[in-house]
């Protein structure tokens, strides 16, 4: 395994590997691994003959400056567990090195970047886009492998690879939870054991929402997961039922075949999303 932190070295090495015909898997990260990472990690060493992971804090997507200030930075951990998971290349660049020009590039996804995240988070879905769209044109995977936790975020990069017709399959998977049934975050590694159990009651909450959507309305659910966090002193910022394509709310069950129930709520000072099929 390489680690390797100039754009012109692993293109150089890239290339190699597409004149002998070899296929490349791709996992864009931020680093602060876990089990969920690692899981997308061994899915493409799956399918793939070479696994690239990039480990790139990406300023621009972070609208709050504390949050970036604070998001966990360990390249030697990181290093350690991708080695033991089949990792051929570690791509760790610094900010100068992916954007050596101030950035001015803008998409536009529609509504599916307006809501939820979108709306709570300006700018991060621009930001998140502009840093995948400079490693696709980097890396040029032939698959790219994103965890469903960030639900929203992998239908805006689905809509980006369309937009902008990059040659690059994109292969959602599936959430990987502590024993407790947080969803596995980076963000984790912030909370005390305590407050990681108090956090697990999140999920706890969606399983119920989704037993009570067999007779209760769509408002009735969404009530009901409102009352039931406020209850265990649960700041949440939002609960959206909304169709799993379009990202937009439904008002009834009918409107959409795959309701999907998305979650941001703050344990403590730590912002958590998860997510959820009805």
């Not at 969920?36 to 709050?64: K, R, T």
């Amino acid at each position: 395994m390489q680690v390797i932190e100039k754009i012109k070295d692993l293109k150089q090495e890239i290339k190699s590997h597409r004149n002998q015909g070899k296929t490349i898997g791709f996992v864009p990260t931020m680093g602060a691994l876990h089990e969920g990472h690692l899981y997308l990690v061994d899915c493409a060493a799956q399918e793939n003959d070479i696994v690239v992971v990039s480990v790139f804090v990406n300023p621009i997507q972070f609208n709050n400056p504390e949050d970036l200030k604070k998001y966990p930075r360990n390249l030697e951990k990181d290093s350690e567990l991708l080695s033991r998971h089949n990792t051929d290349y570690i791509f760790a660049p610094d900010s100068d090195e992916m954007y050596p020009e101030e950035v001015t590039k803008t998409y536009d996804f529609g509504n599916l970047d307006k809501v939820m995240e979108g709306k709570f988070r300006p700018g991060h879905f621009n930001g998140v886009a502009v840093v995948v769209h400079r490693l696709f044109d980097i890396v040029e995977p032939d698959k790219a492998y994103f965890g469903e936790k960030d639900f929203q975020q992998l239908a805006v990069i689905r809509q980006l690879v369309k937009q902008e017709n990059i040659p690059v399959e994109i292969i959602g998977c599936k959430i990987i939870r502590e024993e407790n049934g947080l969803a596995m975050s980076s963000r984790n590694q912030r909370l005390s054991p305590d407050l990681r159990e108090k956090a697990s009651l999140i999920y706890k909450t969606l399983k119920k929402a989704v037993e009570k959507s067999k007779n209760q309305t769509v408002l009735q659910v969404k009530r009901f997961v409102e009352e039931r966090l406020k209850e265990l002193n649960i700041n949440m910022e939002y609960f959206e039922i909304v169709d799993s394509e379009t990202l937009q709310s439904i008002k009834d069950w009918q409107e959409s075949q795959n309701p999907r129930g998305c979650i941001a709520a703050y344990i403590a000072d730590v912002r958590l999303i998860d997510n959820i099929a009805f």
